[in-house]
């Protein structure tokens, strides 16, 4: 049993950056835990550790004497489904549904309830499914649906984010309502407003400070979760940005208490009731979870791109028996299953065409708006429209193992993932509000002994400083970055794997295309037959040399057989067949003996090959592989084949280089035909005959330049090379892509999605830097400001309900700026 686990984890209850620095620091410091990566933005951990030293459990039970909850996601091989069933009407007909289900293989536990007409089944995957589940129910005379799918991890993650912006709505909407109240009671007579005499300050200052304090309670309680999260975490000595809110607000508040209480037992209340703080606490809070809504709100838009994804498989389907159709949820399709899928739906699975013909609009996959013609043996992917033939599907793939499951799976592990250039920042957010508290009481102690100020205002000196200060922004200013830019990659068809490939990218200086299937189709074509005896017609010559190749798997001779099917040849089976390594083939078809390869197998059997040599250097010159063709031990024919270009890219090719990239192109192909095929994309630089296994070499001699180098391929041949690659980006075909390979996956097979991915990776970068440089511009300069530089040089000194507000915005404007990434555009630039 492997001991090494690997999980991504929901985190319960973090709050600002020094909740997840805390956090990670502590989870890393386990014996046994290899990583422990925290994502403030995603709520989230991606955990890996050795499970033969340290347990889930344990590693759970730590993180929450820190005061936090870890929330692991469910194993997928036990399913629930919720049915409602009609027809029972008495104990009797639940005992016997229980009863049968309970005896069927795969089925884990049954709960019949009578009175609500419903069960809950637990079942085994892959040994029963609902549609056998629901079909039991049926012979007993009952009728049996599903009342809701499944939700995964992501859907429930979603709504419980839209249920707490509607808790936060509302509590915002109160506190913004009593402290606008609190605001003109305590400070309307200062700004010129008329307060009523019953409150006059003057004339009834205990009314006055009495109405203050009923109207700061409320906003409190609905602030409560300042002081239930940041006093716990100050008294385990982890404070966070709740504890700086909470001794901030609570100063404020226990001071004006006091002074209230002194009012009350008969002390000079005219002067007192000029000493009181309430709408400092109360329009503090109310600032603050104003912010905090917004942030919240902002941050639910980083995963949309995510939610689009994911809302691209339809709920049902038609399923296909005989001539019997019949509506399920896509819950309940098998592999094996025959859908029918109408014009203008979304094709619920991955699967094959059996019947029917039609155009797929696969941008979704691709980014290519253009439409794709499918025909019956083609594949088609789930979550892509059906445009306007009626297709018959034979299911491959369903639920988890679709492509369009996996693509949705990578983009939340990149958008969980953590860039380098985040490490400085989680290295200070770690013992920044425990230094911000310090500075904060050193502030109030210095201008209240050193200053000769009054307590009140070194108070608020102690308060504007509490609560200017913003770990938020610092912790943010990453992973929003990466969520909202990993997310716009996924809809152009770019899957970046982790926030490190997506930094890495933006320091990319060389680029190395392989050629067959990156520059090229991999598709080879025979382009040439050029007849030099006038015995034999050339669909004759095309006819042997086919039937001789036909049970190769080489892409050559794939190449002639359908050049010689394509032209109505039936083809035989050969009498003999002997690969010649590095040379040819010697073959008999059809009474005739074939030889067939490079010049020299012909010339050691003494086969005369003159008169050609212009040809040949003229086929050679276009980048086409030269086979010589012998019949009867007499030379017959050349045969010309090429793999031909790819029409975007030349003009890729020219974008890139005015990128300021040099870029390589590294082949196995014979020097002639890879420095004609790179003649004709733009590439001066041609390293030719390397094997795949050296490809990976050729990489490292680049790196040990100075050199940072992204290897481009096909990400099957090139394995080796893309991962010794500072960035390997694996080109993909829509269905057939070998998703797991490569940094970065581009679902349509061509250069454009190079580019894509580079100017992406610039830009979300850019965007980070600019998120990095706001968080700690506004702490290094808010702080000093709120500690009174300014009053020392005669400036103002600044308020703690400005400072609060200013506190509660810097969060949302990194927040808004990395949502900007949204409107990434492929030809921008």
């Known amino acids: 049993m492997q001991s090494v686990q690997k999980r991504s984890v929901a985190v319960k209850g973090m709050h600002c950056a020094a909740c997840s620095s805390r956090i990670e620091r502590v989870v890393q410091g386990l014996d046994g835990v290899k990583l422990a990566g925290v994502n403030l933005a995603a709520e989230s951990m991606e955990l890996v550790w050795d499970d033969s030293v340290v347990s889930f459990d344990l590693i759970a039970a730590r993180v929450k004497e820190l005061g936090f909850e870890l929330e692991q996601e469910e194993e997928n091989e036990d399913l629930t489904i919720e049915l409602a069933i009609t027809g029972m009407h008495c104990a009797s007909c639940s005992t016997r549904i229980e009863k049968v289900l309970s005896g069927m293989t795969g089925v884990v536990s049954v709960a019949i309830n009578l009175v609500s007409e419903t069960g809950i089944v637990i079942y085994r995957q892959g040994l029963i499914n609902q549609r056998q589940i629901r079909e039991a129910i049926a012979r007993l005379g009952f009728e049996a649906r599903p009342v809701s799918a499944r939700l995964d991890q992501f859907a429930r993650k979603r709504q419980e984010t839209l249920l707490r912006l509607a808790a936060m709505k509302m509590r915002l909407f109160w506190s913004l309502g009593l402290a606008a109240l609190l605001l003109f009671v305590s400070m309307g007579e200062m700004l010129g407003l008329p307060l009523p005499s019953v409150i006059n300050p003057h004339h009834y200052p205990l009314r006055f400070a009495l109405l203050q304090f009923c109207l700061v309670v409320p906003i409190m309680v609905l602030g409560r979760n300042f002081y239930l999260i940041g006093i716990p975490a100050l008294l385990r000595r982890v404070p966070n940005m709740d504890s700086l809110i909470a001794m901030g607000t609570g100063a404020a ?218 770990p938020c922004a610092m912790g943010l200013a990453t992973p929003t970055s990466i969520m909202v830019g990993t997310g716009r990659g996924a809809q152009l068809g770019v899957l970046i794997k982790s926030g490190e490939a997506l930094e890495m990218a933006e320091k990319i200086q060389v680029l190395v295309f392989d050629k067959t299937g990156t520059l090229t189709y991999g598709r080879p074509e025979l382009t040439d037959l050029i007849n030099v005896t006038s015995e034999e017609s050339d669909e004759y010559l095309l006819f042997l040399v086919a039937s001789a190749e036909q049970s190769s798997e080489h892409p050559l001779a794939e190449a002639l057989v359908a050049a010689a099917k394509n032209k109505g040849s039936v083809l035989k089976q050969p009498e003999s067949f002997e690969a010649l390594v590095g040379q040819g083939i010697f073959s008999r078809v059809d009474g005739r003996q074939i030889l067939l390869g490079n010049r020299q197998l012909l010339q050691e059997r003494e086969i005369g090959v003159e008169g050609v040599d212009t040809e040949v250097a003229k086929l050679s010159g276009q980048g086409k592989t030269v086979l010589f063709l012998a019949v009867d031990g007499r030379f017959a024919a050349l045969l010309a084949i090429a793999d031909k270009l790819k029409p975007e890219v030349p003009a890729a090719v020219a974008r890139m280089q005015k990128m300021g990239l040099r870029l390589i192109m590294l082949t196995g192909d014979q020097e002639a035909t890879a420095h004609a095929i790179a003649a004709q994309a733009g590439i001066d630089e041609v390293i030719a005959q390397v094997t795949p296994d050296k490809k990976a070499d050729k990489i490292v001699a680049l790196q040990q330049q100075g050199l940072r180098t992204a290897m481009v391929g096909d990400g099957i041949n090139d394995a080796p090379a893309l991962a010794m690659a500072d960035v390997g980006i694996a080109m993909g075909t829509g269905n057939d892509i070998a998703i797991e390979s490569g940094d970065i996956v581009l679902m349509k097979g061509n250069l454009d999605g190079v580019i894509i991915a580079l100017r992406l990776s610039r830009a979300v970068m850019r965007n980070i830097r600019q998120n990095l440089f706001w968080a700690f511009a506004y702490n290094v300069i808010g702080i000093p400001v709120a500690a009174g530089l300014l009053v020392l040089f005669g400036g103002p000194s600044l308020n703690p309900m400005i400072a609060g507000a200013a506190m509660a915005m810097s969060s949302v404007s990194v927040v808004g700026n990395a949502l900007r990434l949204r409107r990434f555009e492929r030809k921008q630039g």
């Open 253 to 470: 508040f226990i001071y004006s208490t006091w002074n209230l209480v002194e009012i009350m037992l008969g002390a000079d209340a005219h002067k007192l009731v000029m000493d009181l703080y309430f709408e400092s606490a109360g329009v503090l809070i109310a600032l603050v979870l104003l912010g905090k809504y917004m942030e919240t709100r902002s941050k639910s838009h980083t995963s949309d791109a995510i939610a689009k994804l994911m809302q691209l498989t339809p709920d049902k389907a038609i399923l296909l028996k005989g001539e019997e159709q019949a509506e399920i949820l896509v819950e309940e399709i098998e592999a094996g299953d025959v859908l029918l899928v109408r014009p203008g739906e979304r094709i619920p699975v991955d699967g094959l065409i059996v019947k029917g013909r039609t155009a797929v609009d696969e941008s979704m996959l691709t980014g290519e708006s253009l439409p794709v013609s499918k025909g019956e043996g083609d594949k088609v992917t789930c979550g892509t429209l059906n445009k306007n033939g009626v297709l018959q599907i034979r299911t491959e793939q369903v639920g988890q193992d679709t492509l369009l499951a996996r693509i949705v799976r990578m983009v939340q592990t990149a958008q969980g993932s953590k860039a380098p250039i985040a490490g400085m920042a989680d290295r200070i957010s770690l013992y920044f509000v425990p230094v911000v508290m310090v500075v904060a009481v050193l502030t109030g102690l210095a201008w209240y002994f050193l200053g000769g100020v009054e307590f009140t205002v070194a108070l608020r000196f102690f308060i504007a400083v509490m609560v200017i200060a913003c």
